[in-house]
């Protein structure tokens, strides 16, 4: 049976500082088997809405670190389908150890009490293991561990998903682990907010350019870019992506 067809909307490609005036990291996976999203950064509500994914019809959220910009947007999106869509469609959480209770604080702080209500959608929290993939329906998510910062649980994600791989970098500095993360994948999303000039916890163009032939992957596009590499898109070998574009897999 020849595998379905997947597509990828880049809801949102920017860093934490909206360099660019990109939003926070967002992708949105779709196939017959389901839709999902790879991060959830705070701004991420606002960026499905300008390309018509309805956060209602999301069954999957999986998060790649703690950071706000990656996982900030998940309170917004419980708000929406408890208060504006009134969603009946499970959720499933999946992110690093303490993803509930960093959601569950969040939400509180930004609308108090909005978590201790009844939704009236089941939620499922589960928690990334680098030992142990996940397989969610015909879903299957691998996390690889990154540097970033002082995190011991950042991850690089590997999905599996209707006959295709999608890797994703997270935000991370090189490391090995990024190899077998790539290796065969239908698309590489890569974090690249720096040029030429490393900086800790983040990749850089030129090693990325450097390392590229080690990765394996059949595609890969530039994300997370700060403002060096945004003044730089008309010099680069490397395919980037940007807000609102779409990947046909």
Request: with cysteine.
């Amino acid at each position: 049976m020849a595998s379905t067809s997947v597509s990828l909307c880049c809801v949102g490609t920017g860093d934490a500082f909206g360099s660019g005036g990109r939003l926070n990291s967002c992708f949105h996976l779709h196939s017959t088997a389901g839709q999902m999203l790879i991060d959830c950064g705070c701004s991420s509500l606002i960026g499905m809405q300008r390309c018509g994914v309805i956060p209602a019809e999301i069954d999957t959220v999986v998060i790649s670190h703690l950071h706000g910009d990656h996982f900030g947007g998940i309170p917004y999106l419980l708000l929406e389908g408890k208060y504006a869509s009134q969603r009946t469609r499970p959720l499933t959480l999946i992110g690093p150890p303490g993803l509930q209770q960093r959601v569950e604080a969040a939400a509180d702080a930004l609308y108090p009490g909005m978590v201790d209500k009844k939704f009236n959608f089941p939620i499922k929290y589960l928690a990334l293991d680098p030992k142990q993939p996940l397989q969610i329906n015909s879903l299957q998510v691998e996390c690889f561990r990154v540097k970033h910062g002082s995190s011991k649980h950042a991850y690089g994600l590997r999905v599996g998903v209707a006959g295709k791989i999608i890797g994703y970098t997270g935000d991370t500095e090189w490391t090995d682990n990024l190899i077998p993360l790539a290796q065969g994948s239908d698309l590489l999303i890569a974090e690249c907010f720096a040029y030429d000039d490393p900086v800790p916890s983040h990749l850089d163009y030129r090693t990325l350019l450097k390392q590229r032939s080690r990765l394996g992957c059949r595609k890969l596009v530039l994300t997370h870019m700060g403002p060096e590499m945004l003044a730089r898109l008309d010099q680069l070998e490397l395919d980037t992506v940007t807000d609102g574009d779409t990947i046909k897999l």
